[in-house]
């Protein structure tokens, strides 16, 4: 079975600060990894995947994550952190092979003007 | 556009109420998905198919049912609602073994009183 885990339940950040949101997961087998984003009264929007490759991707809104293996961590990085970023942010993970996502818990990013 | 539809968008009921919650997607998507999320648990999922005919149990299935008689709908159905199916449900797609994650739908709010 998948699982994910998002240790902080609210990351607090000063606008124009670097954000970082932690994700750790445990599948068998190779991962394939999500991060989404949930903004109010909306549905989860995609914001970027690792599948294979360079473990630096990058995605939507200047965000980009950072697939560590032999920490089993799939961190939500940006640069320079906006007030509009505040939103709930969900990791994902699911085994190659098989379409079933395991959600972590998510967290809350407050971006402080 | 490619998109999953749901209705509807908010639904308020009284226990024992049989209710249904529609789920349609345009994508010809195999693989489809219902999940609730819950404050501090994030999204659980509740029921998934794998294509037309074929569903399966998630983490959560007490109290629920699907079908999956037509590709493009995944209905979801409370026959007797609860109190504690009180949520907000999504449902989502993907195609099968997909590298792309799930498509999501724009929720459903229920309240059972």
């Known amino acids: 079975a998948q699982s994910v885990a998002q240790p902080e339940d609210q990351v607090n950040v000063a606008e124009g600060n670097p954000l970082t949101v932690k994700c750790t997961y445990s599948?068998?087998?190779?991962?394939?990894l999500f991060w989404y984003v949930q903004y109010p009264n909306r549905g989860l929007q995609f914001l970027l995947k690792?599948?294979?490759?360079?473990?630096l991707v990058k995605g939507s809104y200047g965000f980009e994550a950072e697939f560590n293996k032999s920490q089993t961590s799939f961190h939500l990085k940006k640069p320079s952190a906006l007030v509009s970023d505040s939103a709930l942010y969900f990791c994902?993970?699911?085994?190659?092979?098989?379409?079933?996502?395991?959600f972590g818990k998510g967290n809350q990013v407050v971006v402080i003007p | 556009e490619a998109q999953v539809t749901q209705n509807p968008r908010y639904l308020i009921t009284v226990t024992g109420k049989k209710l249904t919650v529609t789920c349609s997607q345009n994508?010809?998507?195999?693989?489809m998905s219902w999940y609730r999320q819950d404050p501090g648990l994030g999204l659980r999922q509740i029921y998934y198919?794998?294509?037309?005919?074929?569903?399966d149990k998630g983490d959560v299935p007490e109290g629920y049912k699907v079908s999956r008689k037509e590709k493009r709908n995944f209905p979801l159905i409370l026959e007797s609602p609860s109190p504690n199916q009180t949520s907000l449900y999504f449902c989502?797609?993907?195609?099968?073994?997909?590298?792309?994650?799930?498509?999501f739908g724009s929720g459903t709010r229920l309240t059972v009183v």
């Open positions: 989502a797609s993907s195609n099968r073994d997909s590298i792309y994650g799930y498509t």
């Open positions: 599948v068998s087998g190779n991962p394939y």
């Open positions: 690792y599948i294979t490759g360079d473990n």
């Open positions: 994902a993970v699911r085994r190659v092979g098989n379409n079933r996502l395991a």
């Open positions: 994508m010809n998507h195999e693989y």
């Open positions: 198919s794998m294509n037309v005919e074929v569903t």
